[in-house]
């Protein structure tokens, strides 16, 4: 059973950064999944903010691109997200995601794709 656990959260002022850092457990050694930051602000529906491929192919969500990088290391089976120039409206709990074998790039950011979910870690952003 894959199991993921997300690290890092934290809060910071406007204009501040973070790294999310999510270990997964339960992966096979030659196994390869796409993978994906998702986030959830109080009263809103969770979406999704990066997603990696198996491929290392990678999408953001429009209100992160340029300021959020997504990355992996396979070996360690482990997935990470960088933050730069946070916002408020970067505020929620962010959760990693996983998927065995390759993700369209298309699909990386919905819910809907994967089937392993960590349980979250808080970023709070004060202005």
């Known amino acids: 059973q894959v199991s993921l656990v997300e690290s890092g959260g934290g809060s910071v002022q406007a204009g501040g950064s973070l790294r999310l850092t999510c270990g997964a457990s339960?992966?096979?050694?030659?196994?390869?999944?796409?993978m994906a930051w998702f986030r959830q602000a109080p009263g809103q529906e969770r979406e999704g903010v990066a997603g990696?491929?198996?491929?290392?192919?990678?999408n953001y969500a429009d209100s992160v691109k340029g300021r959020f990088t997504i990355s992996r290391d396979n070996a360690q089976k482990t997935l990470y997200l960088q933050m730069n120039s946070l916002k408020p409206s970067d505020t929620a709990m962010y959760y990693c995601?996983?998927?065995?074998?390759?993700?369209?790039?298309?699909?990386?950011?919905?819910?809907?794709?994967?089937?392993?979910w960590g349980q979250g870690t808080q970023v709070t952003v004060s202005s």
């Open positions: 990696t491929g198996s491929d290392g192919k990678t």
């Open positions: 339960g992966m096979g050694s030659s196994d390869v999944y796409s």
């Open positions: 995601a996983a998927v065995l074998g390759p993700g369209p790039l298309a699909w990386l950011l919905r819910q809907t794709t994967y089937r392993y």
